[in-house]
């Protein structure tokens, strides 16, 4: 996902998307890179969702109910 912002600079955004099922335990970050890492239901609104990630889910039906 590419973007330019108005003062010039450009980023490329990835989104992964990964269906998990019974999941237990907690979710572990194994580098330096990241920040936070969370597991979330899709049955409820996810607070701070990006607009392209929300719409990307909703495309692929992961979204049906919010």
């Known amino acids: ?4 912002y108005p003062h010039g600079d450009e980023i490329y955004n990835v989104m992964a998307v990964y269906e998990a099922i019974d ?5 572990k970050i194994n580098d330096d890179e990241g920040i936070e890492l969370h597991y979330f239901s899709l049955e409820e609104p996810i607070e701070n969702i990006n607009p392209f990630t929300e719409l990307t889910l909703r495309k692929i039906g992961y979204i049906k109910n919010w």
Do not use: S
């Open 1 to 4: 996902m590419y973007y330019k």
């Open 23 to 27: 999941v237990e335990g907690q979710a």
